[in-house]
């Protein structure tokens, strides 16, 4: 059986082994991307070891880097050739609603065989992902995501000082297979959902990447993993934040806590110099895990005032005139008994099990028919969001990034730069603001992904 030791100590023994992880890209001459959704044959415990059955982007771990600039017109041919229907999401852009890509509520999955073709403008810039966005505890959890990098009209790092970090987290079982039969399993629907035992990053297991000496680096990394949190500590290697969830913040800060919690779908961007080697390590576990290896080559060169981003213009939300909702979130092992209703009707007994609706939002599982909130464009909206379960939750909300008002009752405490997800802990209140200005139907709902199909996810209105 593998467990996390004997994968720590697989993950060590192989290291000689593993290059470093590259992106690929995946412009067309034209200038349009091509994206095509499929089954993919990908080891993941180690290079030449037994592949997992994966469903990947353009055939690679994690799918090509898009890259663009600010303002930029993105389009993307999609093609379907997975055995169920899907679609792809643009997670934290500021998007026209119908090129969100959630099936169902923006745009009808795209069919095995099918094509659809995204057309949208990134208005900010930052570190964003696309992932899949139909059943995506499956979808998402065996490998549909890539990174979106939109650069800012000069970019402040050349491309030599700029690696993005996807970071996943999977289920390996026997010779290091990815354990396909347990997606779907109640029990992780309605705990902590879908945990695993190996974490890759760039799809790769502890990569090596070599930096220049007393040069300025930026890493953006990105949570694509179904629900594990990280936890990292940038203090470790003298990091400083960059960016949280895409959004430069006004200068580089030092975290004054730690560890840093990365919740599912969340992005940080650190601002590194290194002067020696270090790694990257999840502190979740009884001993730091070693995720990523940096090693460090030359002299210490010239270096310059620390590089600074130029935040995105956000509309900043007027609380004194804002529209109020909250948000009580139920339900879960051990959450006590609960009402929860689903496509209208109570459910009790054998039905939870059936529908596998196991958490609620105002006692409703999953989108009710009427919206969570009706918003008219240009209004600050203030949800407030009380975590009555047992269990930490991401609260993703689609198309704007919000500010966080208010925390209470709980230890999670991310301060407030812009975010489009936020951790909340068990017995925690968290408010957020935002302007709602965005035109269409978006989402707000779990990114832990088996819990929101296992329940919460809701969706607002803005006309
Ligand atoms: Cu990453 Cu509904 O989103
Ligand atoms: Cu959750």
Not at 138 to 163: A, C, K, M, W
Not at 281 to 294: H, K, N, T
Not at 360 to 379: C, D, I, Q, R
Request: net charge negative; charged share 20%.
């Amino acid at each position: 059986m593998i467990t996390r030791r004997n994968l720590v100590l697989g993950a060590a023994t192989s290291l000689a082994l593993l290059p470093t992880a590259k992106l690929s890209a995946a412009k067309n001459n034209n200038g349009s991307f091509s994206l095509v959704a499929g089954p993919a044959d990908i080891p993941l415990y180690k290079p030449d070891g037994e592949k997992s059955e994966l469903w990947t982007y353009n055939g690679s771990l994690p799918g090509p880097e898009i890259r663009v600039r600010k303002g930029e017109r993105v389009k993307v041919n999609f093609t379907n050739r997975l055995e169920e229907p899907t679609s792809v999401h643009w997670h934290g852009i500021r998007i026209d609603n119908a090129m969100d890509g959630v099936s169902g509520l923006t745009q009808d999955p795209v069919q095995p065989g099918d094509s659809f073709e995204y057309d949208f403008v990134a208005p900010d810039a930052g570190t964003y992902w696309y992932h899949a966005h139909n059943k995506s505890w499956n979808q998402v959890g065996r490998g549909l995501y890539g990174p979106l990098i939109i650069e800012d009209d000069v970019p402040t790092f050349d491309s030599d000082h700029d690696i993005t970090l996807v970071l996943d987290d999977w289920r390996l079982v026997g010779n290091g297979v990815l354990h396909v039969e347990s997606f779907g399993s109640l029990m992780d629907w309605s705990h902590a959902g879908r945990l695993g035992n190996w974490i890759t990053v760039n799809g790769t297991s502890l990569p090596r990447f070599t930096l220049n000496r007393g040069e300025a680096y930026r890493l953006r990394l990105i949570n694509t993993a179904n629900a594990r949190i990280f936890e990292l500590d940038p203090n470790r290697f003298s990091a400083r934040l960059l960016a949280y969830d895409g959004q430069a913040l006004e200068e580089p800060e030092t975290l004054p806590y730690a560890p840093l919690l990365v919740g599912p779908s969340q992005r940080v961007d650190l601002l590194v110099t290194p002067t020696e080697e270090f790694s990257l390590e999840e502190l979740s576990g009884d001993q730091p895990l070693a995720i990523a290896s940096f090693s460090v080559r030359g002299e210490t060169g010239n270096t310059g005032p620390p590089p600074r981003l130029t935040p995105n213009r956000l509309p900043e939300p007027d609380l004194t005139s804002a529209k109020r909702v909250r948000v009580a979130m139920e339900g879960g092992a051990m959450g006590g008994a609960v009402e929860i209703s689903y496509l209208g009707k109570k459910l009790q007994g054998e039905d939870f099990r059936k529908t596998r609706q196991v958490w609620a939002f105002n006692g409703v599982a999953n989108l009710p028919e009427t919206p969570l909130l009706e918003a008219t464009s240009g209004e600050t909206v203030i949800i407030e969001t009380v975590n009555k379960t047992r269990w930490m939750h991401a609260m993703h909300v689609h198309g704007h990034h919000f500010r966080i008002i208010n925390r209470s009752g709980s230890q999670v405490d991310e301060g407030n730069p812009w975010r489009d997800t936020f951790v909340i802990g068990p017995e925690q209140t968290t408010e957020i603001a935002f302007v709602a200005d965005n035109p269409g139907k978006w989402l707000y709902h779990c990114h832990m992904l088996e819990h929101a199909a296992a329940g919460m996810s809701t969706w607002f209105n803005v006309s």
